[in-house]
T-cell receptor, first 114, second 112 residues
Framework: DAGITQSPRHKVTETGTPVTLRCHQT?????MYWYRQDPGHGLRLIHY???????DKGEVSDGYSVSRSKTEDFLLTLESATSSQTSVYFC?????????????FGSGTRLTVV | GNSVTQMEGPVTLSEEAFLTINCTYT??????LFWYVQYPGEGLQLLLK?????DKGSNKGFEATYRKETTSFHLEKGSVQVSDSAVYFC???????????FGTGTRLTVIP
């Protein structure tokens, strides 16, 4: 979706290094989410935000932190990357009522930790 | 708690065959239900949705009916095309919650 940009699209990093993934939206959506996608697990929620500076943990938040200082940007940081964090990461946004209208997804970031 | 169970894939069909992908859910209250589609190398796109019991969502020839009595939201299409090859995800949102819970996805391959 043209309204959500994830960067970088691909990244290879070494174990133990910090990594930051960026999600930028032009939809002015209130809600933003980070998911990871792994074979056999579908999409699992890492963290989400319901407004500027308001964030909360999802089901697989260990080893990840997030920040949202502006409505349009939601950053995901892997504090010290591990091989188990090799995955495809998706950002999603939701307007005033995501439970009714669903999410809009970005194109994903493929992260490889070696 | 909230959860979604999808039929195991992969599913391989010939062009013009009938498609059913099963989805059942567990939820408290009255969730909304969604089907998303993911084409290779892309993010997920909303395919259709239903927000209350007996609602039918439809889009691009796909349909799914929200069945509260069987806690199901099965995806159907009468005649699949090669271009329908993708991974399909069933999802639900809990009552009062703005997070979606996704199934594990079902890969569909349609062969000419």
């Amino acid at each position: 979706d043209a309204g959500i940009t994830q960067s970088p699209r691909h990244k290879v990093t070494e174990t133990g290094t910090p990594v930051t993934l960026r999600c930028h939206q032009t939809e002015n959506h209130r809600y933003m989410y980070w998911y990871r996608q792994d074979p056999g697990h579908g999409l699992r929620l890492i963290h989400y935000s319901y407004g500027v500076k308001d964030t909360d943990k999802g089901e697989v938040s260990d080893g990840y932190s997030v920040s949202r200082s502006k409505t349009e940007d939601f950053l995901l940081t892997l504090e010290s990357a591990t091989s188990s964090q090799t995955s495809v990461y998706f950002c999603a946004t939701g307007g005033d009522s995501p439970r009714v209208y669903g999410y809009t997804f970005g194109s994903g970031t493929r992260l490889t930790v070696v | 708690g909230n959860s979604v169970t999808q039929m195991e894939g992969p599913v391989t069909l010939s062009e013009e065959a009938f498609l059913t992908i099963n989805c059942t859910y567990t939820a408290t209250g009255y969730p909304s239900l969604f089907w998303y589609v993911q084409y290779p190398g892309e993010g997920l796109q909303l395919l259709l949705k239903a927000t209350k019991a007996d609602d039918k969502g439809s889009n691009k020839g796909f349909e799914a009916t929200y069945r509260k009595e069987t806690t199901s939201f099965h995806l159907e299409k009468g005649s699949v095309q090669v271009s329908d090859s993708a991974v399909y995800f069933c999802a639900l949102s809990g009552t009062g919650a703005n997070n979606l819970f996704f199934g594990t996805g079902t890969r569909l391959t349609v062969i000419p």
